[in-house]
């Protein structure tokens, strides 16, 4: 689906969106689970600040990255860009399940592997796999999934395996010797997709993200940030601090919560927010993957409206 809030007059496939590359990496497997953003033309960068800066500087219109993964937790590069260095809008995200393989050029078995190639992190991933498969095997680092896939398939030396997607095997002419080796195969990554502007329509099942700087850090001012959102009834999906670069011990807090800004009671908490805290720092709102949360956010929604014409008769009563 696509929102008014990322489109143009432009075709699809005029359009451009950067991703984290090469190609065959989870950021493009995600990518190309979107059919209108895969039908744009597709900007591989070497490393997340050069997607984000590339949407920045208009080079393309819409930067993709991965943002948080069930296992390894966030993504702070991404988060810290998107603070410090980038004032973009969160359009959508997507969350796809990470699916580790072993990958070798044709011909090549099992037995015959002597190392294994990918990022320290897809290794580690692996670790049971490996132990009862390929013990005695050596590992190798990469600077990702997909570059690792490209070097076993460069030097085709007989004795190499990557791990990697399966997007990698098909992009770099490998085979898949194994499939779902991953020790949890529970893990999922989170993506999500900026530009330079805009908030998309509401869809009924959204999330809004935002950073919180506290004006000072005194007892409780956390708790009176959360009471904001528990008074409303809007649930949290995300809560993390953030270093701010200012002193140790100055931290920002980054909320992931359902709803969007549209929403009347989103839009109460967020105005509470910023008039009792330094700054808050809107990151977007756009739709949520899953399917959980609407109808809370409905009821949640028709109380507050309740609540609000009830106090609006009371006021209206006061004498003049």
């Not at 132990?131 to 570059?147: I, K, Q």
């Not at 009176?224 to 993390?240: C, H, K």
């Given at each position: 689906?696509?929102?008014?809030a990322?489109?143009?007059?432009?075709?699809?496939?005029?359009?451009?969106?950067?991703?984290?590359?090469?190609?065959g990496?989870f950021?493009?497997?995600?990518?190309?689970t979107?059919?209108?953003?895969a039908?744009?033309?597709?900007?591989a960068?070497?490393?997340?600040?050069?997607?984000?800066?590339?949407?920045?500087?208009?080079?393309?219109?819409i930067?993709?990255?991965?943002?948080?993964?069930?296992?390894?937790?966030?993504v702070?590069v991404?988060?810290d860009?998107?603070?410090?260095?980038?004032?973009l809008?969160?359009?959508r995200e997507?969350?796809i399940?990470?699916v580790?393989?072993?990958?070798?050029?044709a011909?090549?078995?099992?037995?015959?592997?002597e190392r294994?190639v990918?990022?320290?992190v897809?290794?580690?991933?692996?670790?049971?796999?490996?132990?009862?498969?390929?013990p005695?095997?050596?590992?190798?680092?990469?600077?990702?999934?997909?570059?690792?896939?490209?070097?076993?398939a460069?030097?085709?030396?007989?004795?190499?395996?990557?791990?990697?997607?399966?997007?990698?095997?098909?992009?770099?002419?490998?085979?898949?010797?194994?499939?779902d080796?991953?020790?949890?195969p529970?893990?999922?990554?989170?993506f999500?997709?900026?530009?330079?502007?805009?908030?998309?329509?509401?869809?009924?099942?959204?999330?809004?993200?935002?950073?919180?700087?506290?004006k000072?850090?005194?007892?409780g001012?956390?708790?009176?940030i959360?009471?904001?959102?528990?008074?409303?009834?809007?649930?949290?999906?995300?809560?993390?601090?953030?270093?701010?670069?200012?002193?140790?011990g100055?931290?920002?807090?980054?909320i992931?919560?359902?709803?969007?800004?549209g929403?009347?009671?989103v839009?109460d908490?967020?105005r509470?927010l910023?008039?009792?805290?330094?700054?808050?720092?809107?990151?977007?709102s756009y739709?949520?993957a899953?399917?959980h949360?609407?109808?809370?956010?409905?009821?949640a929604?028709?109380?507050?409206?309740?609540?609000?014409?009830?106090?609006?008769?009371?006021?209206?009563?006061?004498?003049?």
């Amino acid at each position: 689906m696509t929102s008014p809030a990322d489109t143009t007059d432009r075709t699809a496939s005029s359009r451009r969106i950067a991703f984290l590359g090469p190609e065959g990496t989870f950021s493009e497997q995600a990518l190309l689970t979107q059919s209108d953003y895969a039908a744009m033309e597709m900007v591989a960068c070497r490393t997340i600040p050069d997607v984000l800066q590339a949407v920045s500087a208009g080079d393309v219109d819409i930067g993709f990255v991965p943002i948080e993964n069930a296992i390894e937790g966030s993504v702070n590069v991404t988060l810290d860009s998107l603070i410090f260095d980038h004032d973009l809008m969160m359009q959508r995200e997507v969350v796809i399940n990470v699916v580790m393989c072993l990958l070798a050029p044709a011909g090549v078995s099992m037995r015959d592997i002597e190392r294994i190639v990918s990022i320290p992190v897809a290794t580690a991933q692996c670790r049971g796999f490996l132990g009862t498969h390929l013990p005695d095997v050596e590992t190798f680092a990469a600077n990702s999934t997909a570059t690792a896939a490209r070097a076993v398939a460069d030097e085709g030396d007989g004795h190499s395996a990557a791990i990697a997607t399966a997007l990698a095997a098909k992009v770099h002419g490998l085979e898949v010797l194994a499939e779902d080796i991953e020790d949890h195969p529970e893990n999922q990554t989170r993506f999500v997709a900026l530009t330079r502007e805009g908030i998309p329509a509401p869809t009924g099942h959204d999330k809004t993200s935002i950073v919180v700087f506290q004006k000072a850090d005194v007892p409780g001012s956390l708790l009176t940030i959360l009471q904001e959102f528990a008074a409303r009834g809007i649930n949290l999906t995300r809560l993390e601090s953030r270093p701010t670069k200012r002193g140790l011990g100055d931290y920002c807090f980054i909320i992931d919560l359902e709803g969007h800004v549209g929403d009347e009671l989103v839009a109460d908490a967020l105005r509470d927010l910023k008039s009792k805290n330094e700054d808050v720092l809107f990151l977007g709102s756009y739709g949520a993957a899953g399917d959980h949360g609407p109808a809370v956010r409905r009821d949640a929604e028709a109380a507050w409206r309740d609540a609000n014409t009830w106090l609006d008769t009371l006021r209206g009563s006061i004498a003049r």
